[in-house]
């Protein structure tokens, strides 16, 4: 069973950038797509970037022309970068293989991100 760790979480003010880190424990990795998600206090996990094997990537709307999802297969670990920071933002980020399998692959602990005004 692959288990994802996220780190590269941090308190940022408004505007300001944060680059998340996420490493699988298994070589398989190179084969996944990667989602990136966000779960903002009180509310629901969301998944808001993605990242297919070959490179495709895709986002929501909300993040879209300011986060970038990268990932380097030989590192076993899939980035993103999140620049132009909002209050909005802050929130728990986790990554995870698409489609989510508990039985392949365990969420990690998450980051936190934090963004003040």
């Known amino acids: 069973q692959v288990q994802f760790a996220e780190s590269g979480g941090g308190r940022v003010q408004s505007g300001g950038s944060l680059r998340l880190s996420c490493v699988a424990s298994?070589?398989?990795?190179?084969?996944?797509?990667i989602d990136w998600y966000r779960q903002a206090p009180g509310k629901q996990r969301e998944l808001i970037a993605a990242i297919a094997r070959g490179g495709a990537t895709h986002y929501i709307d909300s993040v879209k022309g300011r986060f970038t999802v990268s990932r380097d297969n030989d590192k076993i670990t899939a980035y993103l970068q999140m620049n132009n920071l909002k209050p909005e933002d802050t929130g728990v980020y986790y990554c995870?293989?698409?489609?989510?399998?508990?039985?392949?692959?365990?969420w990690g602990q998450g980051t936190q991100v934090t963004v003040s005004p």
């Open positions: 995870n293989r698409n489609p989510v399998d508990a039985v392949v692959a365990r």
């Open positions: 298994g070589s398989v990795f190179s084969i996944w797509d």
